[in-house]
């Protein structure tokens, strides 16, 4: 097949190299508004340049990998569908709730397949997680806990615009929560601080956070969150039930230091980058888009799945600003 990828950022360049590995693709047209990174792309991948996404989706592509900008998201997500194209975007949906609905809306009556970007649906660990929870090998589930830990910080630039923590980092933490265990949050209650980078504190957002979630059953959720975490980048889950209790990401390159006599896990080089971490995941995702464009699969991850998340980052944004908890029909009638 052929597919277009719109943005030659970080991640669409390695969304391109991972396209340009897989065997169900022939052939890749990309296109960026700065010319020089759609040129390298083209050279380093044998790749067809598009000027702009109309030429793109114009050049006979069968899917269409969206990397752009966040702002651009929902004209190129609606573009897509409107010209009948199955369109991967990464998330999130829009900058904000109110745009994404829009953007749900506008593709809903429309028999074209959408796909978000949210990895760790596609990571083996947490794959393997979900299918313990669904199994009823755990028991009755009371407690999960997700932890995501950023080695340092991304610039002030990045972080002025990117909505604050809980939808920028915590809306991936949010999402594997209700993909494994298959279950609605209806309240949080989120805390946070600053303890690090002067800039993010006046941005008017926190460096660390934490916030409970108390889902539809009554098993609570707890989310640890931080910009600072010098060992590595540490993505985490643990799920207990009355039965048995797992975890996701306790293996060799756990970014921890054990302190206790005589033990010497984990012993291997911590991970620190989010790409080093989910490098297989990111493969698996978008093997699965090309089946999804082939027709094999519905999409893994839809866009009212990826709004999901959004509002629960709505309510624990609100609950850190006014110390309270939050119901998520507050935020969603907001």
Not at 115 to 129: E, H, L, P, S
Not at 256 to 271: C, D, M, Y
Not at 295 to 308: K, Q, V
């Amino acid at each position: 097949m052929r597919i277009g990828i719109l943005g030659l950022g970080r991640i669409g360049a390695f969304h391109a190299e991972t396209l340009s590995g897989l065997g169900a693709v022939e052939s890749l047209v990309v296109s960026d508004p700065f010319a020089d990174a759609a040129e390298a792309a083209a050279e380093r991948f044998g790749a067809e340049v598009a000027d702009s996404p109309e030429a793109l989706l114009a050049a006979g592509v069968d899917g269409v990998v969206v990397a752009a900008a966040t702002d651009a998201h929902p004209a190129l997500i609606v573009a897509c569908a409107e010209a009948g194209v199955p369109v991967f975007c990464e998330k999130p949906v829009a900058r904000t709730m109110a745009e994404g609905v829009e953007v749900l809306k506008a593709v809903g009556g429309r028999d074209v397949p959408v796909q978000i970007g949210f990895n760790r649906r596609f990571d083996a660990g947490f794959v393997a997680a979900r299918a313990a929870v669904r199994s009823g090998e755990l028991g009755t589930l009371h407690t999960v806990r997700s932890t995501t830990l950023d080695p340092a910080p991304p610039p002030a630039a990045y972080i002025a615009a990117s909505g604050g923590i809980f939808r920028d980092c915590s809306v991936h933490d949010f999402d594997i929560i209700r993909w494994v265990t298959g279950r609605e949050v209806t309240e949080v209650y989120a805390a946070g601080g600053n303890r690090g980078a002067g800039y993010i504190r006046e941005a008017g957002d926190a460096d660390t956070t934490g916030a409970v979630l108390t889902l539809d059953d009554g098993t609570l959720a707890v989310v640890s969150n931080s910009r600072h975490n010098a060992r590595g980048y540490d993505v985490r889950m643990e799920i207990h039930g009355f039965t048995d209790s797992i975890a996701v990401g306790l293996e060799d390159k756990l970014p921890l230091r054990s302190v206790e006599p005589g033990v010497t896990f984990p012993a291997g080089t911590p991970h620190d980058f989010f790409m080093d971490r989910f490098a297989a995941a990111y493969r698996a995702e978008l093997t699965a888009f090309t089946e999804v464009v082939a027709g094999s699969r519905p999409s893994p991850c839809t866009i009212a799945d990826a709004l999901e998340a959004g509002w629960i980052a709505e309510a624990c944004t609100l609950s850190l600003h006014e110390h309270r908890p939050v119901a998520l029909e507050e935020v969603r009638q907001a």
